[in-house]
């Protein structure tokens, strides 16, 4: 008996095209969800009161990386650098999604702004700055070379043992590119630290107590995902949990009976 796909929740970011609003998800997004095994399915902004029949529909979320910081309004600061892109109609439905989704056990994975995101919806605070801060590197890339160069490993992290990470990749450390401006000042509470950078900046965490698999990371692991290791074995473990929910939550496909 066959069973249907996984489906992937994967967020949006809303852009302006001359005067034409557009909700946009980046194809690497996607094409890391179709190597998890699952179909992508990218969502526009949702109000808070249609989240559950949202997730009603997926079986994973997936919160992307995204040029635009969250807003520091939520973590109870005011804006640093006005030149900065900021998306406050994405903070609206993903800070609410997130606490939602964990709260059902809904597979998630975080990258990058969706790392960030993840700590402030539970309560945490974040360095507007990470370059600014005192004993922390500069963790941004170069904005005048190429992807290929932007997206090159720039520094190991060093796994928590005993966690979530560790558990999924059996190793003690590894590199990763770094494409960041923001980073985790203060976890949340609740949350605990998977990976870190040279510095002690925090690199990826779990929330322990949510029923369902989760993972954030504040590096790109979608970036040219098949061609590293480490990757893979990111997507392979978020791949997994999302059938394993499927088939919990949904079950197998009824037969068909034959014409």
């Known amino acids: 008996m066959s069973q249907s796909p996984p489906v992937v929740l994967v967020t949006s970011c809303n852009r302006l095209s001359g005067e034409h609003p557009f909700h946009v998800a980046g ?7 179709r190597l998890a095994g699952a179909l992508p399915l990218i969502a526009p902004p949702f ?7 949202l997730l009603d529909t997926c079986d994973g979320v997936l919160l992307t990386g995204s040029q635009s910081n969250v807003h520091p309004s939520h973590f109870n600061e005011a804006v640093l650098d006005p030149t900065l892109p900021l998306d406050p109609d994405r903070d609206a439905w993903t ?26 919806a539970l309560g945490g605070t974040l360095y507007q700055a990470v370059h600014q801060a005192e004993g922390r590197h500069d963790h941004r890339a170069p904005d005048d070379q190429p992807a ?14 005993g966690g979530v990470l560790a558990a999924v990749t059996g190793r003690e450390h590894f590199e990763v590119n770094s494409v960041h401006g923001q980073g985790v000042r203060e976890l949340a509470p609740g949350l605990r630290a998977e990976a870190v950078a040279p510095d002690g900046l925090v690199e990826a965490f779990t929330q322990p107590a949510a029923p369902g698999f989760n993972l954030c990371v504040q590096w790109h ?5 098949a061609d590293n290791p480490v990757s893979v074995q990111l997507f392979n473990a978020f791949g997994v949990a999302v059938r394993a929910y499927r088939d919990r939550v949904r079950g197998p496909l009824p037969r068909v009976p034959a014409a």
């Open 27 to 33: 194809r690497k997004y996607v094409d890391a969800v």
């Open 148 to 161: 290929a160069v932007q997206y090159d490993l720039a520094h190991r992290v060093d796994v928590v043992a």
């Open 47 to 53: 109000g808070a009161d249609e989240i559950d029949a």
């Open 95 to 120: 800070l609410p999604l997130i606490r939602r989704a964990l709260e059902r056990g809904v597979p998630l994975f975080g990258i990058c702004r969706g790392f960030q995101e993840a700590n402030v």
């Open 221 to 225: 692991p979608e970036w040219r995902a």
